[in-house]
């Protein structure tokens, strides 16, 4: 027997789709069902390893934790990491078979539509709900004849569609009706309701609005959203705008100050989603070098374009104000994760053109490694003891490099699992003062233990006491806080009904 399926779209990307499939997610396991994730293409720089060594997009992972299941290719048979502005990487079932530009992608879209099928119809065999996402708007004109992943997915999985507008935005009645008026006669009988995210206010000055959009519409409202900000759920892929500062206010002046370098290919920034959960923490993001500051803590993350974001930050002046701050009389502690680890060797090279025409690029010279980019990408779940203090942890690797270490150079870590396979091999790098350190591990920073004490490290730095380590950030959590938000603010009887496509549960 099939599974009930349901898609959530929205009138345009950043509504809150991703974040709302994993609410319902949530509440339809808690109400009884056997429930999976789907998107069956996924554009994004934030990605996750699956136990099979295969790369799907971070949201899918995060919804597959709300239906407690481990996460799955076929959850995400498509994922699309942009590379340059016209140009990404295209990975299909897990694995890259190289980069498109959009017309390239677009030619081969229609040797995808088998692929996302079955892993649809796989997934339907497994569970008996399927919480489909779709992307961007599904009445994007110029997309809508080579739709993979909108509407055309959902007639063929049978799924009504609820349509997600975000009201933070602005023009919320306009973008919902200006949605449906794009579509077919056929495609708007197959949008049954409608959610409004992020609403900040009294709900009942909103009640004239949402009769009218039901007259004018015939659609049922089913609710509106609160915004929220004190539940963390990792973002799909864009950095809320609340953690972009000049510095930090007056009122945290007793907390770490962490500046992450927003990157132009900035990928898997969730890896400080724990960090900024911790109360001695105030975490940052910079895109300027005027705005870095003085900070505790400089933090260069991963990046989908190395050779790329690492002239960048040549260019506009980053190397050099972080060159200054590690040569001050109280340099910061200085983390380069991944493609960050990278730049902050003597040389980056790219013999392959895996990245760009470029061949190599001197990095920021802080760290004596160098990189060679591979054909190959590395794909790996790994657990690893960090060096420095014996404590274990559980992240992944997603990247193309190869990175040589002396042997004079510390490691930061030594990985003894791989992908479930025992391993002895070293991770990272250390500098010779404890103060700058490099490693292809992402989610370091999720494991409690870990995440203090290295930031004991910086506050002792400072002559501030260690804190012991407090509560664990626990996403499960905060997905059952977000289900339980959710499950108020819409009408969850109506929400049946549509999935039981006008049947009374």
Excluded at 384 to 396: D, Q
Aim: hydrophobic share 40%; aromatic share 8%; glycine share 8%.
């Amino acid at each position: 027997m099939k599974a009930k399926a349901l898609q959530i779209c929205g009138t345009g990307s950043g509504v809150g789709k991703s974040v709302l499939v994993s609410a319902l997610c949530r509440i339809l396991l808690q109400d009884g069902y056997k429930v999976c994730p789907f998107k069956a293409q996924n554009m994004a720089l934030n990605s996750f390893v699956t136990k099979d060594e295969c790369e799907i997009g971070r949201a899918q992972a995060v919804q597959a934790l709300a239906c407690r299941i481990e996460p799955d290719v076929d959850m995400n048979p498509v994922l699309i990491k942009p590379v340059t502005d016209v140009g990404a990487q295209v990975i299909v079932r897990g694995k890259p078979i190289g980069n498109m530009n959009a017309r390239n992608y677009t030619r081969y879209k229609a040797k995808l539509i088998p692929v996302v099928k079955k892993s649809f119809d796989t997934l339907s065999k497994k569970y008996e709900a399927v919480v489909m996402e779709g992307a961007g708007s599904p009445a994007e004109i110029n997309l809508k004849s080579h739709d993979i992943v909108n509407l055309k997915m959902a007639q063929y999985a049978k799924a009504p569609v609820i349509l997600v507008g975000d009201i933070d935005k602005g023009g919320v009645f306009a973008s919902l009706v200006g949605t449906l008026e794009l579509l077919t006669k056929a495609e708007r009988r197959m949008i049954k309701g409608f959610i409004i995210n992020k609403f900040r206010g009294d709900k009942s000055l909103l009640d004239p609005g949402l009769k009218w959009l039901e007259r004018r519409t015939g659609i049922k409202v089913l609710g509106v959203i609160p915004y929220f900000k004190n539940i963390v759920i990792p973002e799909e892929d864009a950095v809320p705008l609340d953690n972009f500062t000049a510095g930090p206010s007056e009122e945290k002046q007793q907390k770490l100050d962490i500046a992450v370098i927003y990157l132009p290919h900035i990928s898997n920034f969730t890896d400080f989603d724990a960090l900024s959960s911790e109360t001695d923490v105030s975490l940052r993001y910079v895109s300027r070098p005027e705005e870095l500051g003085k900070p505790d803590m400089i933090v260069i993350p991963g990046t989908k374009n190395t050779l790329f974001d690492l002239a960048h930050l040549h260019a506009s002046g980053f190397v050099k104000k972080i060159l200054s701050a590690v040569g001050s009389k109280f340099p910061p502690v200085l983390l380069g994760i991944c493609g960050g680890y990278q730049m902050l060797g003597r040389l980056i090279s790219d013999k392959h053109s895996i990245e760009s025409s470029r061949k190599k690029i001197a990095g920021l010279k802080l760290l004596p490694v160098q990189t060679r980019l591979m054909a190959k990408k590395e794909l790996s779940r790994v657990r690893a003891r960090a060096l420095f203090s014996g404590i274990e942890l559980l992240g992944y690797e997603i990247h193309h490099g190869v990175t040589t270490v002396p042997k004079s150079c510390k490691p930061l870590f030594e990985v003894f699992e791989r992908s479930g396979r025992k391993v002895k091999y070293f991770d990272g790098a250390c500098s010779n003062n404890g103060r700058i350190f490099g490693t292809y591990i992402h989610g370091l920073f999720d494991a409690p233990g870990f995440r203090r004490e290295f930031l004991n490290r910086a506050r002792l730095m400072k002559g501030w006491p260690a804190l012991s380590c407090a509560a664990d950030f626990n996403p499960d959590a905060q997905i059952d806080k977000l289900a339980k938000l959710v499950r108020e603010s819409i009408d969850i009887s109506y929400l049946y009904k549509i999935l039981n496509k006008g049947k009374a549960q």
